[in-house]
């Protein structure tokens, strides 16, 4: 950002001391940057005091809590009341020059918060329309968004578009900060390996539709028995899935190791990534996985993936209207039996991303910030 001066930055998010998702992330990088550009940014979420950060941050950041740890009692609604009435009373005590609330659940609690204060609010997007859907009250929430902030930020110009005309023109595209370099390679071929890996990394939830995938690599396992499926991440739909693996016998070839923070290591040891969401803002566990030399499979369907994976380039695209689970289990009967093809669809790789260099990302984010503060010099 040219010719502008030091903020005062709020960001808002209503955990970061989670098991980590790709909101938390992007804020975690985002904040920190901004941090060590020089600017006095505070971080404040509904978590007890003094709870961690799953993603790094840095020291430069000042963490605030408004969660007592004692919520669990009242009403949803109750809470969320109590952090309204919280967030208002905070944000006056800290005065930022600016706040952005990361997802629905920060920035609408935000927006309510500071009604009629005069303090601006920017909204950060991380999903798409299909999301509401089933969840009719948010829906209607997001509705009110344009009236409760000054701008609504999205992820890509393919996100934007699929919104709404009245939300559409009060969001700005702002890309997702990441690397699509990694110093290790995946073993694609799996070479002097007993076992050969699919893998997916994820939230255990409906939207990553997880079910589809252990149904697929089920049907197939008995084709390549040399062959799991490893499904890293935590969710609520853990013991459902885990249910699922076991009425399928399947409990000695699909595993649920849970979340790590070595992430790099499980796609290095794979030889196959897939992503079988239903959709996606952005999916940067895609990009992880194509950035370590690794083919990948998705949805034709799935917004968010399906401009990452260039179909018969760096992975498949299979065929979402229809049967999902036949679609997917001939996807990866096709990359699981050709070594060959996996090992040419892994030369190709992301490519490179430059509006999602970290540093081109952190300069979008000051102009922005500038532009809805007045700061320029």
Not at 79 to 95: P, Q, S, Y
Not at 221 to 242: M, S, Y
Request: net charge neutral; with cysteine.
């Amino acid at each position: 950002m040219e010719d502008a001066e030091a903020l005062k930055v709020l960001f808002c998010i209503k955990s970061m001391d989670s098991l980590g998702g790709r909101a938390e992330r992007v804020l975690a990088a985002v904040a920190s940057g901004l941090a060590e550009r020089g600017h006095q940014v505070q971080l404040l979420s509904f978590d007890a005091a003094g709870a961690g950060s799953f993603y790094e941050l840095s020291p430069k950041i000042e963490r605030v809590f408004i969660g007592s740890g004692k919520d669990k009692g009242p009403s949803k609604s109750l809470r969320v009341l109590r952090h309204i009435v919280r967030l208002r009373g905070a944000i006056r005590r800290m005065n930022p020059d600016i706040s952005v609330g990361f997802m629905h659940s920060a920035y609408i609690p935000l927006g309510l918060a500071l009604v009629g204060t005069g303090y601006r609010v920017i909204a950060s997007e991380h999903i798409v329309p299909e999301h509401y859907r089933s969840r009719p009250l948010q829906a209607a929430l997001l509705q009110l968004t344009p009236f409760l902030v000054s701008i609504i930020t999205c992820v890509s110009e393919q996100v934007r578009l699929a919104f709404s005309p009245f939300l559409r023109k009060e969001m700005v595209v702002m890309p997702n900060p990441l690397s699509t370099e990694s110093k290790t390679r995946a073993d694609v071929l799996g070479e002097g390996k007993q076992r050969k890996t699919v893998l997916t990394v994820g939230r255990m939830d409906r939207q990553k539709d997880h079910q589809t995938l252990i149904e697929a690599f089920a049907r197939i396992a008995d084709e390549f028995p040399d062959w799991d499926l490893r499904i890293v991440g935590e969710g609520e739909l853990h013991r459902e899935l885990a249910a699922k693996i076991a009425a399928l016998g399947m409990e000695q070839r699909i595993f649920l190791p849970g979340v790590t923070k070595q992430i790099s290591d499980e796609y290095q040891a794979a030889q196959l990534y897939v992503q079988p969401s239903r959709y996606e803002s952005f999916g940067l566990t895609v990009v992880e996985s194509l950035s370590h030399g690794l083919p990948a499979i998705g949805f034709k369907t799935c917004l968010g993936v399906n401009e990452l994976i260039r179909d018969g380039r760096n992975g498949l695209l299979v065929d979402g209207n229809g049967d999902r689970v036949s679609a997917l289990a001939d996807g990866l009967r096709k990359l699981m039996a050709d070594t060959g093809l996996r090992l040419e669809l892994s030369k190709t790789g992301i490519g490179p991303m430059e509006e999602n260099r970290i540093d081109r990302a952190l300069d979008r984010w000051e102009d922005l910030l500038a532009d809805e503060t007045g700061a320029r010099g």
